[in-house]
């Protein structure tokens, strides 16, 4: 396992530095806007003593480096600052919703990932049947049209027309989990549908290409059922690139969401963000772009590290 | 052997169709075929002589691409062509099996040798698993594989080529097939594995009194384990014999030349008797992968005009050393002198004429020729680098080196590699090494991936070739036979150091190094009786003891 660890903990690093090089290029973005965040803050009226008064606030009299430094070692022990418009702290204010987004990723993927995994063995399985065919462009279509428009379409007809699910998603403490899940079903929905063709096609295409290699031969001239062939000889093999495009949804179900909130009025850190751009407070956009990129790089870490873990020459060395 | 007459596999009238440029094509005309309970059948021809298709077939199996189109395939009393699939496949792995030509690829490298071997037993309740294990455990005993208690723990990455050879036989074996189909199981081996497996199946199929169809290309070994040959052209039987009677008098004149191949053999040349300088030299080369030595004080000198033929198994630093002279890998210690010179170890020191000394033809001219570049560009492209040939100059170039290799100037000029055969693509390959006018070939394994009569033609022409332009071989290989026809001196490698050295007629007549001896007593002879002989004299219960000492 020595190989293992050295790899995993190599990728960690290389995670790490990243993460660092973004949180550079989120700082420096903030200090190429035109003139500096007091004036987007006070707006072209403000005069120069009020300016002045509020960089001493900001602590924007001290050089970037320092300022770049003493915001980073706050990030990494939680402390984003305060916001500039509510004065509250940045942490306070982004852990309910991002604790909210991450819950609605959570239901998209738990429906999404099985969903999109058996059924892409499935059209390998009837690969270039009607089903397969069907399945292809059910999927495709569901992926290529926009979030907003499929949000619609299932307000139309499951809340407007049916009646079966609330159309805003609205929360409040007093939920029960289930009353939750029913509440944030059509949001999930819509985002388990934007989802699924690509860890479909993904599913069909790493199993199929394996199919021509001569050990699905042999399985094949052992007598193997063709549902085994696919699940016990192929799927094993197949990991690596369908662990990748996994964590690669994953990222967006969390990142990628700012419509579907709108969408339903969802109180999650999407919403938040384009509120925050809209109003220009920083501290919040800073916050939420590092924790977006942490996201990133945490997922796709993880799917490095799986794939590795597939890899049966790695797990068991000679 | 055969004892039980009764018929078990009676094919009749086999025809099948593979599909390619949207068309089925005929790739099998009517092949007719019988098969006793206990007889092991030979299969012979060179590749596209549909050996692996009939192979295939009489399991009831068509690969993706292929389907049986007429006749008929009748196995235990049961009509295959016209029973449907699905009882056609409970067939497969109980009661008849394939070993297949690469068990490294054909073992899934997911799971552990005991898993892949217990699955058909499982699955079609023969055994349980435990008891299944039990009997692989044994199975591997009885092939002579090391550890056979523990073995099968492993993944297939973790065991060499020559055991998950012989633990796809015992799987063959797991649930006591009548018949199992053998298709080239040992052509991707050593010789020295090889004749550890040919032992090992040819006991296990006695012992269990299985029938088999073995496919093979190689006359020496199917002389070794068939009963009856059947020889094979481009999908139609030539002849059909018992081994003895094919191999003392073959009928057919294709069967004849079949037999011939081996016999090229040109005369040996000695080194020049006053003190030349060799054009090359390499001296006490170490090289390394990494932190991996793979090369250790190799030396050896080649001469103008001289063949030397650098043999040992896989792995024993034969490509390795090539790499070092063309400084694709700069050696970690040791120098390689041009006529004298020394050369900067990297090939990014050298200069362009130092770089056009030494060319290299490939093992797999598939694979060596950039498939969507005209032939005038693979040939014109070093012609002019190296000789700043232009426009009409270097077209009369391209046209007399494709004179040189014997192919049509007109016919090939603007054609694209994947338009030509196995054996024209290697020309190609030789003329574009010849096209920077070297001193000094490098041929790593050229003739391996090409079936014996092309094979030949190829090393005809090396021969002429060498004749015409006064060229030094370095002749990479693991084919005994290939050094016996052109080498005039030979280099015994093994695990990155030079075991032996010296002229071929000297390497060739006793007393060798055991290694040496090891090597050229492993080659398959064409007598039925030779590996009976070998094993005798090895001593039947320390066979591959040998190979490891």
Known sequence: ?318 | MADDKRVLLKIQGLKIEGYSDEKWIEIVHGVDLTLHRGEVLGLIGESGAGKSTIGLAAMGFARDGCRISGGSVEFDGMELTTTPESDRRVLRGSRIAYVAQSAAASFNPAHKLIDQHTEAPVHYRIRKRMESQEDAMELYDRLRLPNPREIGFRYPHQVSGGQLQRAMTAMAMSCRPDLIIFDEPTTALDVTTQIEVLAAIRDIVDQFNTAAIYITHDLAVVAQMADTIKVLLKGDEVEEADTVTMLDDPQEDYTKTLWAVRSFQRPQKSRPEDETVPIVTIDNVDAAYGQTKVLEDVSFDIHAGMTVAVVGESGSGKSTTARCITGLLPPTKGRILFSGEELPASFRARSKDQLRQAQMIYQMADTALNPKVRISDIIGRPAEFYSGLKGAQLKNRVDELLDLIELEPSKFYSRYPPELSGGQKQRIGIARALAAEPSFIICDEVTSALDQLVAEGILRLLDRLQEELDLAYMFITHDLATVRSIADEVVVMKEGRVVEMGPKDVMFTPPHHPYTDLLLSSVPEMDPNWLNTVLEERGVDNIGEAART
């Not at chain 1, 990932?113 to 569901?142: H, K, M, Q």
């Open chain 1, 1 to 318: 396992m020595g190989d293992v660890t050295r790899i995993i903990i190599t990728r960690l690093g290389l995670g790490v530095l990243t993460l660092l090089v973004i949180s550079v290029l989120i700082f420096g973005a903030v200090e190429l806007l035109p003139g500096d965040i007091a004036q987007a803050v006070l707006g072209q009226g403000a005069t120069e003593e009020n300016l002045r008064a509020l960089r001493t606030e900001l602590g924007l009299d001290r050089s970037a480096p320092v300022r770049y430094f003493d915001w980073l070692t706050g990030a990494i022990v939680g402390d984003f600052g305060n916001s500039l418009l509510t004065q509250s702290s940045v942490t306070d204010t982004i852990a309910p919703r991002f604790a909210n987004t991450l819950f609605l990723a959570a239901y998209a993927a738990v429906i999404a990932v099985p969903v999109a995994i058996i059924l892409g063995i499935i059209v390998a399985l009837l690969r270039n049947t009607l089903f397969d065919r069907v399945a292809n462009v059910a999927t495709l279509t569901s992926i290529s049209s926009p979030e907003f428009f499929l949000g619609y379409i299932l307000i139309l007809y499951f809340s407007v027309k049916t009646g079966m699910f609330p159309a805003i998603a609205k929360l409040s403490d007093d939920l029960t989990f289930i009353e939750l899940l029913e509440r944030t079903f059509l949001p999930a929905l819509t985002m388990v549908l934007v989802v699924v063709a690509h860890m479909m096609r993904m599913t069909r295409a790493a199993i199929i290409n394996l199919l021509a290699s001569p050990y699905i031969e042999m399985a094949r001239l052992k007598g193997t059922p063709a549902w085994k062939v696919i699940a016990r000889h192929a799927l094993p093999n197949a990991w690596a690139p369908i662990i990748n495009v996994v964590a690669l949804n994953l990222a967006y179900l969390i990142t990628g969401v700012v419509l579907v909130e709108v969408v339903f009025v969802y109180p999650g850190i999407g919403q938040l963000l384009v509120d925050a751009v809209t109003k220009r407070d920083f501290p919040v956009v800073q916050a939420c772009c590092l924790i977006f990129a942490a996201t990133f790089i945490l997922l796709n870490l993880a799917a490095d590290v799986g794939a590795i873990l597939t890899n049966p020459r790695l797990r068991h060395p000679k």
